[in-house]
């Protein structure tokens, strides 16, 4: 095999993570934007044209992106992988499995008034449908 059809080789997965890495990249961007709406606006008034704007792209490209209303899920995730965090961090500071517990209570409370769209999107999702 020459040079040449090594490179070939080598070039075409090198180009396929840099897409890759864009990709993710913009998903962050679009996430990043669709949050912050989500925050001063709260869920339901917050639409893919706003998100566009916010993150700079298409309305096509959020479409594609969002991956069926998946941001909504994605919003979820990294507010529930903040609270697990403040829960490991809390509970690692004490011995004792009481010390272990208010931790963990003061760590939620704390995370309930520092990150209240993340809060407030956690007890919407956790809310039975049809109940207010």
Do not use: N
Request: hydrophobic share 40%; glycine share 8%; with cysteine.
């Amino acid at each position: 095999m020459t040079l040449c059809h090594k490179l070939s080789i080598v070039q075409p997965c090198h180009i396929s993570q840099s897409v890759e890495k864009e990709k993710e990249r913009r998903r962050g961007e679009i996430l990043d934007a669709a949050e912050a709406l989500y925050r001063k606006d709260g869920w339901d008034l917050v639409t893919v044209d706003q998100i566009a704007r916010g993150a700079l792209v298409t309305s096509l490209g959020v479409c594609l992106l969002q991956g069926q209303g998946r941001y909504p899920i994605r919003i979820g995730e990294r507010a529930m992988s903040l609270l697990r965090d403040r829960f490991i961090a809390a509970s690692a500071g004490s011995a004792l499995g009481v010390e272990k517990i208010e931790a963990i209570g003061r760590s939620y409370m704390a995370y309930s008034f520092e990150f209240t769209h993340y809060f407030d999107f956690c007890c919407e999702v956790s809310r039975p449908r049809g109940q207010p």
